[in-house]
């Protein structure tokens, strides 16, 4: 079965040849990957999805790859959580968390996204990957290069978490850190791909990359019995997993997999201290203002986001909102998520669930809805965010009287 029609310009609508390009030549629009829907109807179904392995890879068939995945033969296929006790706290019937705080091999979401495009990198022939990124990817390009063989250059904002550089330098790639803000990264790196022949995954792979994302989108519905939830909440950086979501629900709809109509309501979330997408939400513009990120959620900030018109444009065409947090915010979602539902997320988790509890609070999502919350990444990556914010534990000398004693003060406390 050919999939492929090759790329298609997201502006001008002209068509190019499958090849590691991401701009279009006549407009300077963006590379979208074209599939044959007519031929995948009928052909795509539940029952076939559902025989396929328990990973992302079930939806090879909408995914732009030619043969079969290179590396990251494990990634996706996250636990979709009914989250009962953070829904008893916020108020709410019906709460789903989609975790990829545990998502192979690399805790978060980029798993997703990488494994498409080092695979692509292989069949294009490139011995070599790169990428410029907020820390998340940094680590799945190291790891998906280890894998497959293939050398990597990393570049990321040299002012990145310990946690994030430490899981990128394990796997021995080039590590470049860049005294400037992850915009200035991505500039230079633009720069490079130009000069180089290098796979750079979300910059000339970007158009390969981004479909990555659209399996997210693909497990929340089949997980939901195929199903559309009322409201998706995602954490946006450069706004492609967001656009990506919604293009994954549109395309179960086109091959006539999803039950009922859509009825998804696409929520943006980010920090207050780098927000530029929430904010053409909230002021209803689809003119994007550049920032200079300052916030602790460190893995969204991109003040530039390459998708963030596009992103825009979801929210609008599906009826969402948008909501920013403050560190304070982000920091009390964290502890959310963790006291409720037992799951440790990163800032961008925390930044989710503040989100999401504003939105309601605010009553843009009614309290009787079905609600899915986008958890993208492990919070063992960034404890820094929390280390001050936590409750010293109890210390005491090896004896029984020693810890009667402790206990006893304990209920002192809080009686
Ligand atoms: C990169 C990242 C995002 C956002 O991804 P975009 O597709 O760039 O918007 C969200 N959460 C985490 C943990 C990330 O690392
Ligand atoms: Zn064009």
Not at 10 to 21: D, K, L, M, Q, S
């Amino acid at each position: 079965m050919e999939k492929l029609n090759g790329l298609r310009c997201r502006e001008c609508g002209r068509h190019y040849p499958a090849a590691p390009v991401h701009v279009c030549e006549f407009c300077f629009g963006p590379l979208e990957v074209d599939y044959r829907y007519d031929a995948l109807k009928g052909v795509v179904t539940r029952e076939s999805i559902a025989a396929g392995p328990p990973s992302m890879w079930r939806y090879r068939d909408l995914l732009p790859i030619e043969g079969a995945a290179a590396v990251g033969h494990h990634v996706g296929f996250t636990p979709l959580i009914r989250a009962k006790n953070l829904a008893d706290e916020l108020g709410c019937r019906e709460v789903w968390v989609k975790n990829d705080s545990v998502c192979h091999p690399s805790w978060s979401f980029k798993d997703r996204v990488v494994a498409v495009a080092v695979t692509k990198a292989l069949e294009f022939g490139f011995d070599t990957v790169a990428c410029a990124s907020t820390g998340n990817l940094a680590n799945s390009v190291a790891a998906h290069a280890a894998e497959g063989r293939l050398k990597s250059y990393i570049f990321i904002p040299a002012d990145l978490e310990q946690g994030k550089i430490v899981a990128t330098l394990v796997y021995s790639p080039t590590l470049v850190a860049v005294h400037g803000t992850y915009d200035e990264v991505n500039r230079l790196c633009s720069e490079i791909a130009d000069k180089y022949r290098w796979a750079f995954v979300n910059v000339n792979f970007r158009p390969y990359y981004s479909e990555g994302s659209k399996s997210y989108g693909f497990e929340i519905i089949e997980q939901l019995g195929w199903q559309t939830p009322e409201h998706i909440i995602v954490p946006c950086a450069g706004g492609s997993l967001f656009t990506k979501i919604w293009k994954a629900i549109k395309e179960l709809k086109t091959l006539g997999l999803v039950d009922g109509p859509v009825r998804t309501k696409m929520h943006a979330a980010q920090a207050l201290g780098c927000g530029p997408i929430v904010t053409m939400i909230k002021n209803d513009t689809d003119v994007l203002v550049p920032v200079r990120p300052h916030t602790i959620a460190k893995s969204l900030a991109i003040g530039n986001p390459a998708d963030g018109y596009y992103a825009y444009k979801a929210a609008k065409e599906s009826g969402g909102a948008g909501e920013h947090a403050t560190d304070e915010e982000i920091v009390e979602g964290m502890l959310l998520l963790a006291r409720t539902e037992g799951i440790f997320t990163e800032t961008a988790g925390g930044v989710t669930i503040a989100a999401a509890k504003k939105l309601i609070e605010r009553g843009v999502i009614p309290r009787d809805e079905s609600i899915v919350i986008c958890v993208t990444g492990n919070g063992l990556k960034t404890p820094d965010a929390l280390q001050d914010r936590l409750e010293t534990h109890v210390k005491i000398k090896p004896s029984l009287s020693a810890f009667d004693r402790a206990l006893a003060d304990l209920k002192s406390q809080t009686s």
